[in-house]
């Protein structure tokens, strides 16, 4: 049986309704189909350096290269001022004993 309560506007009635004591909880329904895809959310930050990989293989052996123009060693001298200056040829070296260094004319 349903009863009808109408409360004019601007009246102070305070209309309660007793629904009496509440059953048991029903079985769970089904769910519902997926909802849309929601936005994309912003870039995380870069993550850290990863651990070094293992050495690759042994490459392949290069091309034989040019034979080069070699060395002679003229002598020794005291000084690096004590070089001859002329008459030096590419591969022409020698020896300064002030510092035990050897000294080779290039192009």
Known sequence: MTKSVVVQPASNVTLTVDRGIGGPTGPVGPTGSAGP???SGPIGPTGSQGAVGPTGPQG????????GQGVQIKGSVATVDDLPSTGNIP???????????LYVWSD
């Open 37 to 39: 895809t929601g936005a």
């Open 60 to 67: 392949l052996v290069g091309p034989t290269g040019a034979t």
């Open 91 to 101: 591969g022409d070296s020698y020896i300064v004993l002030a510092d035990g260094d």
